[in-house]
């Protein structure tokens, strides 16, 4: 499956920055659409931190999706929505994989150390999704998953404490 896009006919407004792409569940595909987020976000005037932290937390959802929703399946297809806003940015994924167990989203909470003092396997990046976005919502409506995520841009984004 291709990557098609879609931007509105004016494009963003001012400080904003909107995307509508459509993906196959391939680490291809998924290194492309980051790669024009990014590039949208850039041309709605998001800032250099704010445009890496939508990268690093829409990175780990992709991937989440490519690995989990749609282990052990052919390609599947990923709709991404980009929505930028002066000081806001509104991201959506939707896929047909498998649901999140328990219809609902990781707690995100680190795990402890292993015994070498390595990082345990698993739930890291749920963390810094929860960590860099102010807003992460989950919702299975029929057969699809709709992950929405709202991360703030501007002086004030990145981490939250």
Same mark, same amino acid.
């Given at each position: 499956? %291709? *990557?098609? @896009? %879609?931007?509105?006919?004016?494009?963003?407004?001012?400080? #904003?920055?909107?995307?509508?792409? !459509?993906?196959?569940?391939? &680490?291809?595909?998924?290194?492309?659409? *980051?790669?024009?987020? =990014? /590039? &949208?976000?850039?041309?709605?005037? +998001?800032? &250099?931190?704010?445009? @890496?932290?939508?990268?690093?937390?829409?990175? /780990?959802?992709?991937?989440?999706?490519? /690995? +989990? &929703?749609?282990?052990? !399946?052919?390609? #599947?297809?990923? =709709?991404?929505?980009? !929505?930028?806003?002066?000081?806001?940015? +509104?991201?959506?994924?939707?896929?047909? #994989?498998?649901?999140?167990?328990?219809? %609902?989203?990781?707690?995100?909470?680190?795990?402890? *150390? #292993? +015994?070498?003092?390595?990082? %345990?396997?698993?739930?890291?990046?749920?963390?810094?999704?929860?960590? *860099?976005? =102010?807003?992460? @919502?989950?919702?299975?409506?029929?057969? /699809?998953?709709?992950?929405?995520?709202?991360?703030?841009?501007?002086?004030?984004?990145?981490?939250?404490?």
């Amino acid at each position: 499956m %291709a *990557l098609r @896009s %879609a931007m509105g006919a004016d494009g963003p407004e001012p400080g #904003g920055a909107g995307l509508r792409l !459509q993906i196959s569940s391939s &680490a291809t595909e998924v290194r492309a659409a *980051l790669g024009q987020v =990014t /590039e &949208a976000l850039g041309r709605g005037g +998001h800032d &250099a931190r704010a445009r @890496s932290c939508a990268e690093l937390v829409l990175a /780990e959802a992709l991937n989440n999706i490519v /690995e +989990h &929703a749609y282990a052990g !399946q052919d390609l #599947g297809r990923i =709709t991404l929505r980009l !929505q930028g806003a002066p000081g806001k940015i +509104h991201l959506e994924l939707r896929d047909r #994989g498998r649901p999140m167990p328990g219809l %609902a989203l990781p707690e995100g909470r680190l795990k402890p *150390l #292993g +015994h070498d003092g390595d990082l %345990a396997e698993g739930g890291f990046g749920w963390y810094l999704i929860r960590r *860099l976005a =102010t807003e992460v @919502s989950y919702r299975r409506d029929g057969r /699809e998953n709709v992950l929405r995520l709202v991360l703030v841009s501007g002086p004030e984004s990145g981490e939250r404490g």
